[in-house]
């Protein structure tokens, strides 16, 4: 009996859980959707070149060009819809943007339609607006002064065209959200000079680092103009590029010769150290001091490269190609000495 009890009791309690959860699902039903296979918006600074709904969502815009959008929109199946619902209509295009619903035409940024019943009733309508796209200037952060909010960059602006479902006591703001209804449209304002300097930022960055590698300074100049400076990140970068081209890297024949040399020693040095110490207990010697003394001159055969090198930069008139030959002839001198210590190093082993 206390099994069935407690199996009863889990029973109630799941259906509980699902009436709750059921519940919490109707609350939360969409009562209206956009019809975005048909909705479609047209520039008509371009010819009024269509583009449909999902297409047009995050795309760059050029300022001051006039968007005409047309947003269908259907009541959802069986969705309760209550008498003080209203669709509220928000959008920062400018002009003053200019709204048509139905019949009605609005010239506000925010309006508010679908009110009572008796519009409810009726076969949900097209929405229109028409408006021009803001100049990109928007609200930026400077580091360091993150307490000033109002400081004012030029960037990619985020412009949106919202529609909600809501109620409102006042009929000019939302007392409570129902739906926001999506995909919620929104774009970018943006115009040719600010794509201009970022395919300069770009471009110059990318030569920057193929000569000097990847900075933090590359990161900083991204962010200033991601941030809403692009006249200094542009600038900055220009004098990064010319920067870089002073950064000169060493001969790539030198990096080959110094990686050679520097395996040949230190694997010499290696097999010294192995048999000194017991390592190479019947092992030939004889082949390993032939070996080494092998390396000497594979080592003396670079260091002739190494002068060839100096040889050809000493007589450049460039002035830096002058001061690494100098440095060459160091390493060249410093070689020939390890190039004895490993000769040495194969008598000593002989002599064992």
Same mark, same amino acid.
């Given at each position: 009996m206390k099994r069935l009890f407690y199996t009863s009791l889990v029973v109630l309690s799941f259906a509980f859980l699902f009436l709750s959860v059921g519940v919490g699902t109707a609350s939360a039903q969409d009562v209206?959707?956009?019809?975005?296979?048909?909705? =479609?918006?047209?520039?008509?600074?371009?010819?009024? @070149?269509?583009? !449909? =709904?999902?297409?047009f969502l995050n795309t760059d815009q050029f300022e001051d060009h006039t968007l005409d959008f047309t947003i269908y929109v259907d009541t959802v199946e069986k969705a309760?819809?209550?008498?003080? !619902?209203?669709?509220?209509?928000? @959008? /920062?295009?400018?002009? &003053?943007p200019s +709204?048509?619903?139905?019949?009605?035409? =609005?010239?506000?940024?925010?309006?508010? %339609? +679908?009110?009572?019943?008796?519009?409810?009733?009726? &076969?949900?309508?097209?929405?229109?607006?028409?408006?021009?796209?803001?100049?990109?200037?928007?609200? $930026?952060?400077?580091p360091g002064f993150v307490e000033y909010k109002e400081i004012d960059g030029i960037g990619k602006r985020e412009v949106y065209v919202k529609l909600t479902v809501g109620t409102t006591r006042d009929g000019a703001t939302l007392e409570?959200?129902? #739906?926001?209804?999506? &995909? *919620?449209?929104?774009? !970018? *304002?943006? /115009?040719?000079?600010? #794509?201009?300097?970022? *395919?300069?930022?770009?471009?110059n960055l990318e030569e920057a680092k193929g000569k000097i590698g990847e900075t933090e300074l590359e990161k900083h100049i991204q962010e200033l103009y991601e941030g809403g400076h692009p006249g200094w990140a542009s600038k900055l970068s220009k004098d990064y590029k010319a920067l870089s081209?002073? $950064?000169?890297?060493?001969?790539?024949?030198?990096?080959?010769?110094?990686?050679?040399?520097?395996?040949?020693?230190?694997?010499s040095t290696f097999v010294y150290l192995y048999v000194?110490?017991?390592?190479?207990?019947? %092992?030939? $010697?004889? #082949?390993?001091s032939?070996?080494?003394?092998?390396?000497?001159?594979?080592i003396e055969e670079k260091s002739s490269s190494i002068n060839a090198i100096s040889t050809k930069f000493a007589r450049?008139?460039?002035?830096?190609?002058?001061?690494?030959?100098r440095d060459l002839i160091k390493i060249r001198a410093s070689l020939n000495e390890i190039s004895n210590e490993i000769r040495t190093i194969a008598d000593r082993i002989k002599e064992r």
């Open positions: 209206l959707r956009i019809d975005v296979d048909n909705s =479609y918006i047209l520039n008509l600074d371009t010819g009024g @070149t269509k583009t !449909y =709904y999902v297409d309760p819809i209550l008498d003080e !619902y209203i669709l509220k209509l928000e @959008t /920062n295009l400018e002009g &003053p +709204w048509k619903f139905g019949d009605d035409i =609005y010239h506000a940024a925010e309006v508010i %339609v +679908w009110k009572g019943k008796e519009e409810h009733e009726l &076969p949900m309508r097209v929405i229109e607006v028409r408006g021009v796209v803001p100049k990109p200037i928007k609200t $930026v952060e400077e409570r959200i129902i #739906q926001p209804l999506e &995909p *919620s449209m929104k774009f !970018y *304002s943006t /115009n040719e000079k600010i #794509q201009a300097a970022k *395919s300069e930022i770009e471009e081209a002073t $950064v000169k890297k060493p001969p790539l024949e030198l990096y080959v010769i110094l990686s050679v040399m520097l395996g040949l020693i230190l694997g000194s110490r017991g390592g190479g207990k019947g %092992v030939d $010697v004889s #082949q390993i032939f070996e080494l003394n092998d390396t000497s001159g594979k450049s008139e460039d002035e830096e190609k002058r001061s690494a030959a």
